[in-house]
């Protein structure tokens, strides 16, 4: 293990947000990433949506146990903004003017995916909303793992044992087929901030994916120290 202590941070830090459908792999390989930062002796946490800040978890509440839904998917949207703008405010962009980096499990490419393609929510709405939310804010780079979406169903019913799905997961096939369209579409309109990662591999080899695509797209264009 690497003794050392993190890097002095110089400037902003990085953001690299994970996206996918349900049971693709995000926490495992988010966790796994910081691992591997760690030992890079980079410094970084690790945050989600919706939630990552006391107030945005209020909401993370609300919004899975299905009242959002009643609600209809402009309003739901509007709960989701609100947890973003909270989680931005106070934990994501202090962290990054500290120099650290920001390790997010989804972000506002869920919303796209979730609310816009699926819930049908107007993109003028989501642009508005997003202005209000993130303003300038954007990700250096958003890791999109991509998974039959059977198998990922299979993987988040394991997960879940006995539980009870959630509002996303009760959905039906037709909706997480449409859903990995969607991300598959975010990735193909935005190359240069996107990556997709064919997650359908053992957990590690997916590491491996997602570490190459981190080193050539973040690490080596800060710091050819860091690749190490
Ligand atoms: N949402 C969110 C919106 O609609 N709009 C928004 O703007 C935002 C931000 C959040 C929900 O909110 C919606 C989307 C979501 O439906 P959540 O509880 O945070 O819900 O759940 P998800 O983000 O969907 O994540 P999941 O918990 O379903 O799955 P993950 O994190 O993708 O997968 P993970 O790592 O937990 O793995 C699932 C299981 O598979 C195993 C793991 O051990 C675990 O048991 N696994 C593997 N097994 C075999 N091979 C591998 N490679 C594996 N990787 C993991």
């Known amino acids: 293990m690497n003794q050392q202590a993190p ?26 990433l910081a691992g591997r930062l760690a030992k890079a002796r980079q410094r970084a946490i690790v945050t989600r949506e919706p939630g990552g800040s006391p107030g945005a978890e209020i909401m993370r509440h609300l919004v899975l146990s299905g009242m959002g839904k009643l609600l209809g998917p402009e309003a739901e949207t509007l709960l989701f903004a609100a947890a973003r703008d909270d989680h931005v405010r106070t934990v994501i962009q ?4 500290q120099g650290t980096w920001v390790l997010c499990d989804r972000f506002s490419d869920s919303t ?7 819930g049908q929510v107007e993109p003028g709405v989501l642009n508005a909303m997003q202005r209000v ?63 997709l990662i064919d997650a359908n591999a053992e957990a590690d080899t997916v590491a491996d ?4 695509a981190v ?4 690490l080596a264009a800060k710091s050819p120290a860091a690749t190490a």
């Open 133 to 195: 939310t993130i303003g300038d804010l954007k990700p250096d780079l958003t890791i999109i793992l991509d998974i039959p979406v059977d198998v990922g169903m299979q993987r988040a019913a394991a997960r879940r044992g006995s539980g009870v799905p959630d509002r996303f997961e009760s959905e039906d096939l037709q909706f997480h087929q449409g859903l990995r369209d969607a991300y598959r579409q975010i990735a193909a309109d935005d190359p240069r901030r996107c990556v």
């Open 94 to 97: 202090p962290a990054l003017n």
């Open 112 to 118: 796209r995916a979730y609310q816009g393609r699926l």
């Open 7 to 32: 890097r002095r941070p110089s400037g902003r830090g990085k953001f690299i947000t994970f996206e996918g459908g349900e049971g693709s792999g995000k926490s495992t390989q988010i966790k796994k």
């Open 215 to 218: 080193r050539e797209r973040v």
């Open 209 to 212: 994916r997602v570490w190459v």
